[in-house]
DNA sequence: TTGAAAGCGCTAACAC
DNA sequence: GTGTTAGCGCTTTCAA
């Protein structure tokens, strides 16, 4: 049944008749038992409420599809301790690979899952140890558009505000933020640099903290699509005018983002193209039976909006996925 | 093992560290063949990019963790062939149940499967054949409250953006529109129902046209979060100031929805509580062996912003699930 | 080309 | 209280 072409078409038809009459259905556990695999995908995320988020979620479902593998998400909320929970009863109940985008904090724990030659391809975030093949878009440039095009529009103080300043996308895009002020000869000010932790709160409060300064920065980068929220938020709420006194980019696009008054400039990451080629990869990695080796940087999209301050788009919303 | 109370405690201790010096873990493939049951779940919905989505799905994943299910999303995109599919799939790998957000078109396929006494649970929408336990919120309700709140401030010409037609999202809505209006003796013109599929270019569009009417109306309610959007931009395009010229109310609340000038006003469905009581439903009927009878209508609320013309909240923005 | 048999790892039932 | 066995439904191997 499972190699037709090696039986005579007669039986085959019979066969064929028979199912359809029995309206047999394989019991699929039975199979995943025997063959040893699951045909199914884990994907690790810190919250599927973030768009950022579910744009990949739903490019690795796309892309499982048209495969027949099924997909499993977890959420860790960024904590290490959830992550390792949702790994460990991932490969419990046996799927064949996981798509892991690491929180914060040591994942050596996964050095276990490694050694035993379970499939696992990271996103969004490197790390150091153990070393897995990775699906990410490259920060540090990332970071560098948005600055180039702040002091390209004549902005010497900009602040920053990152996420966990432990993980790879800050330390990338902070080394990008450094690198391009020292190529403008603008001294690095600590007080300009600000954890917003992610969240639309985390920005909102930084944007006060900003503010406080004399002098104040005469633009802002918000890290993530949540921070850049509560950023705008807050210059509003403390009535400073957006882009006049400020000028504001986010990190990572969301529908929104054209319907904010000035519509929002942002760093975009790929993100279907993300949750493709990491499932391409960990398909690849499961179907061959070796560990894969190639990691995978991708090139992040600059989205001119209003509120930077040199262009403002209207129209019908348009996003960048 | 399974049942450590019916086992000496000398024994039970033994079994215990050699399952630590082993590093033994069951396969769970085999205990779901041997006891005929999965411990996942198989959530079915229109696009998990959609925030009203999301939020289900992440609370019925919060629910399921509690009882140590897993569980696999499906998209449907709409597509009433997609979802055939997925059910199929899904049932196929022996999930314990599904919760079903119906697309729009017929449903009559799923009667095979309840037949089967296999355990779904719908949400969203209602179906008519099979009659299925379902979750949904008060839609009827939630449409009169936007309804009522916008003829209090004055409004009498009031354009309403809906889904697909033969939904009953968008029917007991759209009952909710008409009786409000014949209840302040407002005529029902057909030039102020639009359907806008649901998407931002149909919200868009749709204001268009209404303000291409003469008159024109004075408040849109658009009746969920990406047409809101979509009618909120086209408002800015055309230049008709919001909420002094035409107001504004949409259906679902959203992150972005605080940021928007004016914030939006909404009526909100509690999707928390929509994936919560899914979940608890659904596992109900699975651990009980007993199809399901009865359905929850939740209430939704509604929050006043500015876009309604009446107040201006600001502030970090808050939401409701 | 077809049919028969063994076994994947677990658990439920039953004998000890 | 403990040990043994049969069998979940499939696939693979080997014999006919």
New binding site residues.
């Given amino acids: ?2 190699r037709p072409e ?3 078409p ?3 038809r019979r066969v064929e008749t028979a199912i359809k009459a029995l309206n ?4 699929l ?3 995943s ?4 695999h699951t045909k199914t995908l884990g994907v690790v995320v810190a919250d599927i409420d973030d768009p950022f988020f579910t744009k990949i979620v739903r490019a690795v479902q796309d892309t499982c599809g048209e495969s027949a593998y099924q997909v499993i998400v977890c959420n860790t909320d960024e904590d290490i301790e959830k992550e390792k929970a949702a790994v460990q009863t991932l490969f419990g109940t046996h799927v064949d690979g996981i798509i892991l985008a690491p929180t914060f904090g040591d994942h050596r724990y996964l050095v276990n899952y490694v050694r035993q030659a379970l499939p696992i391809v990271t996103i969004n975030r490197r790390i150091r140890t153990p070393r897995l093949p990775c699906v990410i878009s490259d920060n540090e440039t990332g970071c560098r558009m948005g600055m180039e095009h702040l002091i390209k529009l004549g902005h010497r103080r900009i602040g920053i505000i990152t996420g966990f300043s432990k993980t790879s996308t800050t330390t990338d895009r902070l080394r990008g933020y450094r690198r391009v002020l020292s190529a403008h000869n603008i001294p690095y000010d600590a007080r300009l640099v600000r954890c917003g932790h992610l969240r639309v709160e985390g920005g909102y409060e930084a944007v006060k903290e900003f503010l406080g300064l004399v002098p104040p920065p005469t633009a802002i980068f918000a890290l993530n699509n949540a921070m850049a929220e509560g950023a705008f938020v807050a210059l509003r709420d403390l009535r400073v005018r957006c882009p006049e006194d400020v000028a504001l980019i986010g990190y990572d696009d969301f529908r929104a983002a054209c319907a904010l008054q000035p519509p929002l400039t942002v760093v975009a990451q790929p993100t279907r193209a993300i949750g493709l080629q990491a499932t391409q990869l960990i398909l690849r990695i499961i179907e061959s039976g070796r560990q894969g080796k190639r990691s995978l940087i991708l090139p992040p999209h600059f989205i001119h909006r209003g509120s930077c301050g040199c262009a403002v788009t209207t129209g019908v919303p348009t996003q960048v996925g």
């Fill in positions: 049944m499972n090696r039986v005579r007669e039986t085959r047999y259905q394989p019991n556990v039975a199979r038992l025997r063959r040893r």
